[in-house]
């Protein structure tokens, strides 16, 4: 007889729904799929789920929805970031939750080189003057800087803040780290970065400053006024972790006052932000819609790296990436 596959949630397939139609098929060979809206319907399939499958955040994990699944033991987040989990409430009920920290590193570290190069070489603008009308601007006007040679201050130095500083290697920059909870010792030897103890220390020294660190609510607004203040006037800051790891409105006072010379961000609060955002008005701006995983690769692996995990936790296997909750 052939053995019946677990059960796992989804919130759809396709469209917005969270789960894309090419990965269907895979998901397929390991799992019975539920959708909710099935799920809805039937309460003789609340039993049967082991594991809910989330991706963009999607199946929204509350309490209510906990409490109808009786048999449930592990939340797969297709993703890094969890800040969209409620970890306690989930952790109350005996659940665990995995994520995908490795499927999402290379295209998330591209994104960061990416916002960093388009910045310093003001990419955006270039790209509005060459299609513009006017033909007598000359790139002289509007020089950019070289990101070759300069420092670079990454916050966070975990798989991806680690990717970013192998492409930074490569472009001959300084590479300045911070870690909260632990110095890296192997990877500050691999690509010669320096660990700063003190954040201050690394805001003063950096020409680029990249946050790279999970929102949780110690990293919650960890650049502020404050933190905006230390950096060079000359300075960029590029995030692409988590919009609310900035003070948004303490941001925009630090451009207008030309505290920071230009900012590039990939996540923001809310996002998308509103059309009138002052953010959305600034020339020294550029913003990506939350874009840093949006590959094929990417989407497909983090998929790969999700199933691997809700396998482990059903089949009492070692977990390759559990979120502990802190
Ligand atoms: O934002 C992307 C992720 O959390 O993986």
């Not at 949630?9 to 539920?34: A, D, Q, Y």
């Not at 680029?208 to 960029?236: C, Q």
């Not at 840093?292 to 070692?318: F, S």
């Amino acid at each position: 007889m052939e053995k019946e596959l677990p059960s796992v949630l989804i919130s759809g397939i396709g469209g917005t729904s969270g789960v894309l139609e090419s990965h269907v098929e895979f998901l397929k060979k390991h799992f019975n799929l539920i959708t909710m809206k099935e799920f809805q319907k039937s309460k003789e399939l609340h039993e049967k789920i082991k594991s809910v499958f989330v991706f963009e955040r999607l199946p929204v994990i509350d309490q209510e929805l906990l409490e109808s699944l009786p048999n449930l033991k592990v939340i797969g987040n297709s993703g890094v970031g969890v800040n969209h989990l409620n970890l306690k409430l989930i952790g109350s009920f005996g659940v665990k939750v995995t994520n995908t920290p490795h499927a999402v590193s290379d295209s998330t570290a591209d994104i960061g080189m990416a916002l960093m190069l388009a910045s310093a070489r003001r990419l955006v603008e270039g790209c509005y003057l060459a299609t513009s009308p006017d033909t007598t601007h000359f790139a002289v006007n509007w020089l950019g800087v070289e990101v070759s040679r300069a420092t670079l201050g990454i916050i966070g130095m975990g798989n991806i803040g680690y990717k970013v500083a192998k492409r930074a290697k490569a472009f001959d920059m300084k590479i300045l780290y911070h870690n909260r909870n632990q110095r890296k010792e192997e990877e500050e030897q691999e690509v010669g970065a320096t660990y700063c103890k003190n954040i201050d220390d690394l805001l003063r020294q950096s020409d680029f400053v990249m946050l790279v660190v999970n929102l949780t609510s110690e990293t919650h607004n960890l650049i502020g006024k404050r933190e905006l203040e230390l950096m060079k006037p000359t300075a960029t800051l590029i995030n692409i972790c988590r919009g609310a790891v900035v003070d948004q409105d303490a941001l925009v006072e630090a451009l207008q006052n030309k505290i920071i010379k230009a900012v590039a961000l990939d996540v923001t609060y809310p996002e998308p932000l509103p059309r009138d955002h002052l953010l959305l008005q600034m020339k020294n701006v550029i913003i990506t819609p939350h874009i840093g995983t949006a590959t094929d690769q990417a989407l497909h692996m983090m998929t790969e790296e999700a199933v691997e995990n809700i396998l482990a936790v059903l089949n009492d296997l070692p977990i390759p990436s559990e979120v502990i909750s802190k």
